[in-house]
């Protein structure tokens, strides 16, 4: 409060609230269930100079892409580097897959495959100020991983992890698809039989127990005080789990406790306490790491656990206008900050994976960790698929309406840092003995 010569950033706070309740989930909730429902209609006749992300090409051609690896290697038992604070430095070697061929990417983030005429957006590389974040080794991963379960469970950004990962791990090993259930795939299981890793994804998109959203109710409903089974009856038989939820967060929903309403968030019609949302996530969290700790606490099995933090969005104008996330360059050191939602909801996380540490200081065998990714992904506004969500969304001229997607993440793009540092915390910890051991 009274800090009113800091204009730009007091501006965007006191802008944020109404954003947030108003456009933000509105415009993610159209993305989130309906997909592919922008008339046709707007196709056709469109004016040729509605402004365009289109102009900006990468001036120089891309290399090829290469697979060597950085000689830089951290030692693995090291004081943690701090990966939270750095800064995107270009880098002609590029991804660590070709997206073309990486046959695991949801369509919508295939970015490459649908037509994005940049291609700059694939040479950056997350320079972490403290130390060097050496490029992704798939074998050390495999050989980290052998004979384990790793388990994404969460929303469509888990998902998006997960693609990152598979892709990654698929230039030196062949998954196979063991398992796949529900609508979208939303439950599927891969063998990775060189050395017998399996990486699974669980679709659940608030971790404790919940309804979604339907035809015929138009808020979700959320036990706060429960998880959702869907993941938690696999427990015992996981080594590894990355939860990542958020975004599904912001929709109007009811909240309950037991049998009690605790009350809802954005909905006008029910006569319910409007409690916002964040309260809410911090409860589903501690319920989600409690009963995790409850349930593997005394086991004999490890188990290691790591939360992503909360993924900025970055729609800067109309959802379903051209240039709704127009950017295709990183933003620089120091020319944004994490504020606001994005900034409340990744604090809230990391102070809870910290309470679930502190609680789980006297169980030997379970690790916890916050994969801290809010602030490096905020600073890739290029790195959404926006209108290449949809294939070739320009072909037959410029629209005027189309739909953006500027929450999940182009495939190659910036989620493979995420799995990066992933990758380096896994490291670190092999290098350390168990506690007690
Ligand atoms: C990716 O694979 C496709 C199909 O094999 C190939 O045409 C393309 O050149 C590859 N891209 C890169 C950057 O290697
Ligand atoms: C991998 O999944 C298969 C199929 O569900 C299962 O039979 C096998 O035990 C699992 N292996 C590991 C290491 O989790
Ligand atoms: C809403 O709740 C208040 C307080 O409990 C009650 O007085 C009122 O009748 C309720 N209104 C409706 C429409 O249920």
Same mark, same amino acid.
């Given at each position: 409060?009274?800090?009113?010569?800091?204009?730009?950033?007091?501006?965007?706070?006191?802008?944020?609230?109404?954003?947030?309740?108003?456009?933000?989930?509105?415009?993610?909730?159209?993305?989130?269930?309906?997909?592919?429902?922008?008339?046709?209609?707007?196709?056709?006749?469109?004016?040729?100079?509605?402004?365009?992300?289109?102009?900006?090409?990468?001036?120089?051609?891309?290399?090829?892409?290469?697979?060597?690896?950085?000689?830089?290697?951290?030692?693995?038992?090291?004081?943690?580097?701090?990966?939270?604070?750095?800064?995107?430095?270009?880098?002609?070697?590029?991804?660590?897959?070709?997206?073309?061929?990486?046959?695991?990417?949801?369509?919508?983030?295939?970015?490459?495959?649908?037509?994005?005429?940049?291609?700059?957006?694939?040479?950056?590389?997350?320079?972490?100020?403290?130390?060097?974040?050496?490029?992704?080794?798939?074998?050390?991963?495999?050989?980290?991983?052998?004979?384990?379960?790793?388990?994404?469970?969460?929303?469509?950004?888990?998902?998006?992890?997960?693609?990152? !990962?598979?892709?990654? /791990?698929? $230039?030196?090993?062949?998954?196979? %698809?063991?398992? =796949?259930?529900?609508?979208? #795939?939303?439950?599927?299981?891969?063998?990775?039989?060189?050395?017998?890793?399996?990486?699974?994804?669980?679709?659940?998109?608030?971790?404790?127990?919940?309804?979604?959203?339907?035809?015929?109710?138009?808020?979700?409903?959320?036990?706060?005080?429960?998880?959702?089974?869907?993941?938690?009856?696999?427990?015992?038989?996981?080594?590894?789990?990355?939860?990542?939820?958020?975004?599904?967060?912001?929709?109007?929903?009811?909240?309950?406790?037991?049998?009690?309403?605790?009350?809802?968030?954005?909905?006008?019609?029910?006569?319910?306490?409007?409690?916002?949302?964040?309260?809410? !996530?911090?409860?589903? /969290?501690? $319920?989600?790491?409690?009963?995790? %700790?409850?349930? =593997?606490?005394?086991?004999? #099995?490890?188990?290691?656990?790591?939360?992503?933090?909360?993924?900025?969005?970055?729609?800067?104008?109309?959802?379903?206008?051209?240039?709704?996330?127009?950017?295709?360059?990183?933003?620089?050191?120091?020319?944004?900050?994490?504020?606001?939602?994005?900034?409340?909801?990744?604090?809230?996380?990391?102070?809870?994976?910290?309470?679930?540490?502190?609680?789980?200081?006297?169980?030997?065998?379970?690790?916890?960790?916050?994969?801290?990714?809010?602030?490096?992904?905020?600073?890739?506004?290029?790195?959404?698929?926006?209108?290449?969500?949809?294939?070739?969304?320009?072909?037959?001229?410029?629209?005027?309406?189309?739909?953006?997607?500027?929450?999940?993440?182009?495939?190659?793009?910036?989620?493979?840092?995420?799995?990066?540092?992933?990758?380096?915390?896994?490291?670190?910890?092999?290098?350390?003995?168990?506690?007690?051991?």
């Amino acid at each position: 409060m009274g800090k009113d010569h800091h204009q730009p950033y007091s501006f965007a706070k006191k802008l944020l609230p109404w954003t947030l309740y108003t456009i933000l989930p509105i415009a993610i909730f159209r993305l989130y269930f309906y997909p592919l429902q922008l008339p046709q209609s707007a196709t056709d006749q469109l004016p040729l100079n509605t402004p365009i992300i289109l102009t900006s090409f990468s001036s120089s051609s891309p290399p090829p892409f290469s697979s060597s690896l950085s000689q830089e290697e951290e030692r693995a038992d090291e004081t943690p580097c701090d990966y939270t604070n750095g800064n995107w430095v270009h880098d002609k070697m590029g991804p660590l897959y070709n997206g073309t061929t990486c046959g695991t990417i949801k369509e919508g983030q295939n970015c490459i495959t649908h037509g994005r005429p940049d291609f700059d957006y694939l040479y950056w590389r997350w320079q972490p100020k403290e130390c060097k974040l050496p490029r992704f080794d798939p074998n050390i991963f495999l050989e980290l991983l052998s004979n384990k379960h790793l388990a994404f469970v969460g929303d469509s950004m888990a998902r998006n992890q997960l693609e990152s !990962l598979l892709c990654i /791990l698929s $230039t030196v090993s062949t998954p196979n %698809l063991v398992y =796949r259930n529900g609508e979208d #795939n939303k439950f599927r299981k891969w063998n990775f039989a060189s050395h017998n890793v399996n990486i699974s994804v669980y679709w659940s998109p608030f971790l404790v127990n919940g309804i979604e959203k339907s035809n015929s109710l138009n808020y979700n409903k959320l036990y706060l005080d429960r998880i959702d089974e869907k993941w938690g009856a696999d427990l015992e038989h996981m080594d590894m789990l990355v939860l990542s939820v958020g975004h599904w967060f912001l929709h109007p929903a009811v909240y309950f406790e037991g049998d009690s309403v605790l009350g809802c968030h954005y909905c006008p019609e029910l006569n319910h306490t409007e409690i916002g949302f964040y309260g809410v !996530l911090r409860k589903a /969290l501690k $319920t989600t790491l409690k009963t995790i %700790l409850e349930r =593997r606490g005394s086991s004999n #099995n490890n188990l290691d656990v790591f939360v992503t933090t909360f993924s900025p969005a970055h729609f800067e104008g109309e959802w379903d206008k051209a240039g709704a996330c127009p950017k295709i360059k990183p933003y620089k050191e120091g020319e944004k900050v994490l504020e606001g939602m994005d900034a409340e909801m990744r604090n809230l996380e990391v102070e809870e994976v910290d309470l679930a540490k502190e609680n789980a200081k006297q169980l030997k065998r379970l690790r916890l960790e916050a994969l801290d990714v809010s602030k490096l992904s905020l600073m890739r506004p290029d790195g959404h698929p926006g209108p290449y969500m949809l294939p070739n969304p320009f072909a037959n001229g410029i629209k005027e309406r189309v739909q953006n997607d500027c929450v999940h993440w182009c495939l190659p793009g910036p989620v493979d840092t995420w799995n990066q540092i992933l990758l380096q915390i896994i490291k670190r910890w092999e290098g350390q003995s168990w506690r007690g051991e």
